[in-house]
């Protein structure tokens, strides 16, 4: 018999995944599309009662985003201007009702090549925070999305939250997405920046990721590299520092379009920084 199960506190989450084999809701954003007109075939447990999941917390180190911050959350929450690739992002992804259902974690875990958070979360150097009825552990973001629609989560494992560390002070965050229109639509290619720079715009410090030319979202760090010391306005963007990715042909454009659009995205993104 098929079961459903919503704790009201963590470690019955917990103990309830050292149990049995279940499938997560949480905004469930992604779980009811993929559903509709069919039947539940699966274990649900529904984490949405766990309210200590749902918080933004500041500390010393950096900032811990719990498992069932919405992107409304983020959207509202004060977050310093490295944040702001990631806020943009937020508003862009699906309407109002979606923003105020979806989490930022359940975009990751549902890894798709176009989650929209995860190129920004690449440049803020996220890591992602696992925890079982027996341990917690940590991995880097980079190490947690292995593929398409593929995490290195454990079937006995939840997604607690995601850590960011402390930018530096004068980080600033830009995001940029490309779709058949501005909002509503899944993206054609994404780049998210996280830069430093000093009084005369050049670069001390640059992150920056490039979505849905992947199966995973990918850092640029050849052309991070390349890029200290030169002021903004005079980065050039050459094939060699796009040559990991991997774009396909699908509904939505061709793998050749996406080559050719993405020095231009990379540049307003990087460009963004100082010219929003």
């Known amino acids: 018999m098929l079961q459903y199960f919503r704790p009201d506190n963590l470690e019955a989450a917990l103990l309830a995944l050292s149990e049995t084999d279940w499938t997560l809701l949480a905004g469930g954003t992604d779980f009811y599309p993929a559903r509709v007109g069919k039947p539940i075939t699966e274990n649900v447990l529904d984490l949405t009662a766990l309210e200590e999941l749902r918080s933004i917390r500041k500390s010393e180190e950096g900032y811990t985003i719990g498992a069932l911050t919405s992107w409304t959350d983020i959207i509202a929450a004060e977050l310093p ?160 520092h796009l040559e990991q990715l991997e774009p396909i042909d699908d509904v939505r454009a061709s793998a050749a379009y996406r080559i050719s659009v993405i020095p231009e995205l990379l540049g307003r993104a990087i460009k963004g920084i100082i010219q929003p």
């Open 81 to 240: 201007p490295a944040f702001a690739g990631l806020k943009k992002a937020a508003k862009t992804i699906g309407g109002i009702q979606t923003q105020n259902a979806g989490t930022l974690c359940g975009n990751i875990c549902n890894a798709s090549p176009a989650a929209d958070a995860v190129p920004n979360l690449l440049a803020l150097e996220a890591t992602v925070q696992l925890k079982s009825s027996l341990a917690t552990r940590s991995l880097s973001l980079e190490k947690f999305i292995l593929g398409n629609r593929k995490t290195a989560r454990k079937a006995d494992e939840l997604v607690s939250g995601i850590f960011i560390p402390r930018p530096g002070e004068n980080a600033v965050g830009n995001f940029e997405k490309l779709g058949t229109r501005s909002y509503l639509v899944i993206s054609i290619v994404m780049v998210g920046v996280v830069a430093e720079l000093n009084v005369r715009d050049e670069i001390l410090q640059l992150k920056v990721a490039v979505g849905a030319c992947s199966p995973v979202a990918q850092r640029l760090k050849l052309l991070e590299e390349e890029c200290k010391g030169q002021k903004i306005n005079d980065i050039e963007i050459q094939s060699r």
